[in-house]
């Protein structure tokens, strides 16, 4: 069964340094996402991407934050400058849309843990 | 704004009897909502969800939803728990904040079942 893959599945890293979070979403899906999850806390919407640009993100995913499609397979969530409270499981996630965006259940990946020190 | 509620934090319930996580929506227009499983140190899961047609839903694993628009509720039931079904349970509503529509989930609900 195809899947959502994500790597790596926990990073480390000095806060102010910069993050590259990875993710195949499933091949022939054309809507990407990233969401988050902060320990204890709910899964929180971050980003979505479509037609190799953004189509929606929250206030959360503000200027540190971007995302990109450089192939025709990664997608990737770069944050240029860590702090602590980046601190969260991240996931990608890609749906086919092709009955309509707003029907079509998204697949997550197994999320990247970032821990920022 | 659109949200959803997942009243209980936990829920415990024994092998082999009925379970039901509750979830309630507010949305603007008609809900497209899902529900979502977390295996500990895993991602989450698709389990069912309701765009339209039969109030109830059958979804993987033996689950099922249902959708009640009066009550604003789209419930998770399962008629014979099993301890294998412990784990997070997150209720999800589609957005209508842009062209794709992002996930807005529920805290979360953990199902705990004991033998």
């Known amino acids: 069964e195809p899947e959502v893959t994500q790597t790596p599945s926990h990073q480390v890293t000095q806060m102010g340094q910069e993050v590259i979070l990875r993710c195949v979403p499933i091949?022939?899906?054309?809507?990407f996402y990233w969401y988050r999850q902060i320990l204890g806390q709910k899964v929180e919407f971050l980003v979505s991407?479509?037609?190799?640009?953004?189509?929606?993100k929250s206030e959360i995913f503000d200027d540190q934050f971007s995302v990109e499609r450089p192939d025709g397979s990664n997608f990737t969530l770069k944050i240029r400058s860590t702090k602590l409270e980046d601190s969260a499981m991240y996931f990608c996630?890609?749906?086919?849309?092709?009955?309509?965006?707003?029907?079509?259940?998204?697949?997550f990946g197994q999320g990247t843990r970032l821990t920022v020190v | 704004a659109q949200s959803v509620a997942q009243p209980e934090d936990q829920v415990n319930v024994a092998e082999g009897n009925p379970l039901t996580v509750k979830c309630t929506y507010s949305?603007?227009?008609?809900?497209?909502l899902f529900w979502y499983v977390q295996y500990p140190n895993r991602g989450l899961q698709f389990l069912l969800k309701?765009?339209?047609?039969?109030?109830l839903v059958k979804g993987s694993y033996g689950f099922e939803a249902e959708f009640n628009k009066s009550q604003t509720s789209f419930h998770l039931k399962k008629p014979s728990a099993l301890v294998s079904d412990s784990a997070l349970y997150f209720c999800?509503?589609?957005?209508?904040?842009?062209?794709?529509?992002?996930?807005?989930f529920g805290k979360g609900t953990k199902l705990s079942v004991k033998p």
């Open positions: 996630a890609s749906s086919d849309g092709a009955r309509g965006a707003l029907n079509t259940e998204a697949f």
């Open positions: 091949s022939n899906h054309l809507y």
């Open positions: 991407f479509y037609n190799n640009e953004i189509s929606e």
């Open positions: 949305v603007s227009g008609n809900p497209y």
């Open positions: 309701y765009i339209t047609g039969d109030n």
């Open positions: 999800a509503v589609r957005a209508y904040g842009g062209s794709q529509g992002n996930l807005i």
